[in-house]
DNA sequence: AAGTGCTGCAACCGCAGACGG
DNA sequence: CCCGTCTGCGGTTGCAGCACT
């Protein structure tokens, strides 16, 4: 089907919607109509260094504005994408760090798909690389975990797998991420969701509070050594190797109350100070905290 | 060597929220 | 407050390159 076919479809699509204003819908179809002129698809050379030139020189002001003066064919969107995930100077290119995996596996067993929330813990690494590695590396892995169908062998660089560690490997269980309730779920459910424990060992050691654990990774600024593949990091740390857990009553040798967690939040106040993300739903907590005490 | 399937990643799309007039 | 526009986010797609047959 050509462009101009397909853009016949879009048309209709935006019409029968009937979601938009009239102006609105037209602005819309007049975006699309121009969006067939425009280059798609994988970005040359010259024209990175046009952006790129162009990004110097004026800074980022317009995206929509910006392809016209910098002299290209793409839309606003198109350019941004590009310098955001792949121009930008501050970008780090290459593996991932055991610690950034580690941050990664944390955070989105504690948010969810938030990619945006948790490349800002991750200096260098767009929230694009994140998804990625995360689709590609873990989701698959940890489903191929839940589910007792074939398990495909992750691909490992210079090494093969024996078949006890890949025995090892499909007898690991992984739960789902849990999902984060928002302030009125968490209020309607009248549960507080588990912190998760991915690192038990971690956890375990020097800090008290999994909260300050997490901003303990924050924290880190070591990157040694890179893993080639998200199953070669497995193997070389068995405790990461997803033996994942939920944090359970058992963890802290008595069962937690809901209180018991507010109490824990009120005991290290830093830690939400420090680690901003999901400020709002640990802020309830803290309210909640305020109501009990009254 | 050719065909096929798989993987990883760049790019696209639609939507929602922010922003400004 | 409303409306139009812009920006950012997350899900999804498409494709290049590689491995395998």
């Keep these: 089907m ?123 690494r767009t929230d694009n690389d994140i998804k990625n590695f995360w689709n590609t590396h873990v989701r698959n892995r940890f489903n191929n975990n839940i589910s007792n169908t074939t398990v495909q062998a992750p691909k490992l660089q210079g090494m093969q797998t024996s078949e006890e560690e890949f025995k090892q490997r499909k007898s690991s269980a992984i739960p789902t991420a849990p999902k984060v309730l928002n302030s009125e779920e968490y209020s309607s459910k009248g549960t507080l969701p588990m912190l998760p424990v991915l690192f038990s060992d971690n956890f375990s050691s020097s800090s008290s509070s999994p909260l300050n654990d997490i901003n303990e990774n924050m924290r880190m600024e070591e990157n040694d050594g890179s893993f080639e593949s998200f199953a070669e990091l497995s193997l070389l740390d068995q405790p990461l190797s997803m033996e994942a857990k939920k944090c359970n009553a058992e963890d802290y040798g008595e069962a937690y109350t809901d209180e018991m967690w507010v109490q824990e939040l009120l005991n290290y106040p830093n830690a939400s100070h420090n680690f901003d993300v999901g400020q709002e739903f640990w802020m309830n907590c803290l309210m909640q905290a305020q109501l009990l005490g009254n």
């Design 2 to 124: 050509t462009r101009a076919a397909v853009w016949c479809f879009k048309v209709e699509d935006v019409k029968s919607r009937n979601r938009f204003s009239r102006p609105e819908t037209m602005r819309r179809i007049s975006q699309q109509y121009q969006n067939l002129f425009l280059k798609r698809g994988t970005w040359d050379p010259d024209e990175d260094q046009k952006l790129r030139a162009y990004i110097k020189r004026h800074g980022i002001r317009n995206w929509n504005e910006m392809p016209k003066a910098a002299g290209l064919l793409r839309s606003g969107k198109s350019c941004r994408l590009r310098w955001m995930n792949y121009l930008r100077p501050d970008i780090k290119r290459g593996s991932f760090s055991k610690e950034e995996v580690q941050t990664i596996i944390k955070l989105q067993e504690m948010l969810g798909n938030r990619w945006s929330t948790i490349s800002a813990k991750l200096p260098g």
